[in-house]
């Protein structure tokens, strides 16, 4: 099925064989039902099914406003401000880039599709005459810093400021927590500890080539959680990956800035998905060495070190382990996964991965102390829990984890954390509300928006598991005639509301089905939230 070149995108280089793409037209023919998309034909085969595709074309009439035609109606810079609610100033960022590449300076429909088949499927990736592999990232990267030369030769020359690559790191952190206001300033002092960690000491600018790499390097998590948060901002569906930092089950006093667990979120894919973290062991007065031994052999899961060390001028540094492999009966901690790794947060973000080899324990456990590294010697810290030393190399990726001048360690605190995971390998957004709800009430009661985001997000996703009984094929649509018994089961559920009237949403329903009879999961969303109260 094929779009021809008519009131589209002309000479756009995020998709090169989708730059004259969309025209409105009739569709002709029947062919294959996941080929088939509003009416549409494309001029080479999409990323996307024919279902998918027509869910862009709603959420693109969702965004735009709820009177505007789908496929005839645009995309304005404060629509898209109001739909990126926790980056307003990257959605207005986002409708500038794109206008400019489009016929007519428009941000339609069209536009709306090829900017999501690079964003979510990764196809954009013959860009400017197939020259240049596009990653996620520097897309995003792009829009942030507003770079419309993306040729081989402008990128080559192109120097990435400060400024940029903070804005870039403030954005991208912004991604994570959607329902959860994050707290700009911490935000802000979170990204800075990423960007000095790649810029050094009084560097103002750095080549994008080099910049790109150590984001390629060390946010490897990066490409994952932008698909997945356009994904949930474009299509409505649930993400892959977890867009939630974990909740601590106590204060910490070491993470009292928890903006910077984001920063693990993004280089960690064991840290992603951990719903929460379950306090091991704090360091007091009264706390032993013995005992934060005892309490990690006990613990059936991944462990988070956390320590900071304090100079005499009264600066502070936080580092740590993360591990996910466990202790063994034996003396030694064997390393199993080339993603464990020793990082350090603050001033500046690095981490250095283990260069496991399979005969070689990379952490050891010692009666006078333990250590991570061959025989202990990259990180060393003593049983009295307030001494150590670190050295530049040993086991892992060479570098060094603190400052060259500071080999000693002077630790102030010292804590263990365990990665309490969830029951499945990843987390949906509407886990993610949930453990968030959980830590609302908590903390200081239930919050109402929270509440109502949550409530309408189970709602969907019964809405969604009811579409899956009735089809079984997975097309994304029932017949008309299984509608009422899904508004029953629903009903039933407590997902409807007392005085929600079946008949009558039932007769809307019949109303918005296609030719054929069907009826979208969209379309049944929408309609019947437009008609109770959920």
Not at 157 to 172: M, N, T
Not at 425 to 438: K, Q
Not at 505 to 514: F, G, H, P, Q, R
Request: aromatic share 12%; proline share 2%; hydrophobic share 40%.
């Amino acid at each position: 099925f094929f779009f021809q070149a008519e009131d589209g995108i002309r000479d756009f280089c995020l998709s090169r064989g989708l730059g004259d793409v969309y025209k409105r037209q009739e569709y002709m023919g029947m062919g294959n039902q996941n080929d088939c998309c509003g009416g549409r034909k494309l001029a080479r085969p999409s990323a996307f099914s024919g279902i998918e595709l027509r869910m862009l074309e709603r959420s693109f009439g969702y965004i735009a406003g709820k009177n505007a035609s789908l496929g005839g109606g645009q995309l304005t810079k404060s629509t898209l401000s109001v739909h990126f609610t926790e980056n307003p100033e990257f959605g207005e960022k986002m409708y500038d880039w794109m206008t400019i590449r489009t016929k007519g300076n428009a941000f339609n429909v069209d536009s709306f599709c090829v900017l999501a088949e690079t964003l979510l499927r990764g196809s954009g990736d013959d860009l400017c005459g197939g020259e240049l592999h596009l990653e996620r990232f520097e897309l995003f990267f792009f829009i942030s810093a507003g770079i419309d030369d993306i040729s081989i030769s402008g990128l080559a020359k192109r120097r990435v400021s400060y400024e940029e690559a903070l804005i870039f790191f403030v954005e991208l952190l912004q991604t994570f927590d959607v329902a959860r206001k994050a707290n700009q300033c911490q935000l802000r002092e979170t990204a800075c500890c990423a960007v000095d960690g790649i810029f050094g000491a009084e560097v103002d600018s750095i080549p994008y080539t080099i910049f790109s790499a150590f984001i390629r390097k060390r946010f490897r998590r990066a490409n994952d959680v932008i698909r997945d948060y356009f994904s949930y901002k474009m299509l409505g569906t649930p993400s892959r990956t977890a867009l939630l930092v974990p909740w601590l089950e106590k204060p910490s006093k070491i993470l009292e800035n928890r903006e910077l667990m984001r920063l693990l979120e993004l280089s960690q894919e064991t840290f992603a998905k951990a719903l929460k973290l379950k306090a091991l062991f704090c360091s007091d007065g009264e706390a032993t060495y013995e005992e934060m031994i005892s309490s990690v052999e006990k613990f059936s899961g991944p462990i988070l070190f956390l320590m900071n060390h304090k100079e005499v001028d009264g600066k502070t540094f936080v580092f740590g382990a993360l591990m996910s492999s466990l202790w063994r009966p034996k003396d030694l901690l064997e390393w199993e996964r080339e993603e464990d790794m020793l990082f350090s947060l603050t001033p500046k973000f690095r981490t250095f991965g283990a260069l496991w080899d399979g005969g070689v324990p990379l952490v050891e456990k010692r009666s006078d102390g333990f250590g991570f590294g061959v025989g202990g010697r990259r990180l060393w810290i003593e049983s009295t829990l307030q001494k150590g030393y670190v050295s530049a190399e040993d086991g892992f990726e060479r570098g060094w984890l603190l400052p060259s001048h500071i080999l000693q360690l002077n630790i102030e605190n010292f804590e263990v954390w365990g990665l309490t995971m969830g029951s499945q390998s990843v987390l949906t957004p509407l886990d993610a509300l949930s453990m968030i709800n959980e830590e609302l009430k908590s903390q200081k009661g239930e919050d109402s928006n929270v509440s109502r985001i949550l409530r309408e997000m189970r709602f969907r996703a019964a809405v969604r598991q009811a579409f899956e009984r009735y089809d079984p094929s997975h097309t994304g649509h029932v017949h008309v005639s299984a509608v009422a018994a899904i508004l029953e089961e629903l009903m039933l559920e407590g997902h409807l509301g007392g005085a929600t009237n079946i008949c009558a949403v039932t007769a809307k329903l019949k109303s918005a089905v296609d030719s054929n009879g069907f009826v979208f999961v969209q379309t049944f969303i929408e309609t019947v939230e437009e008609c109770c109260r959920v």
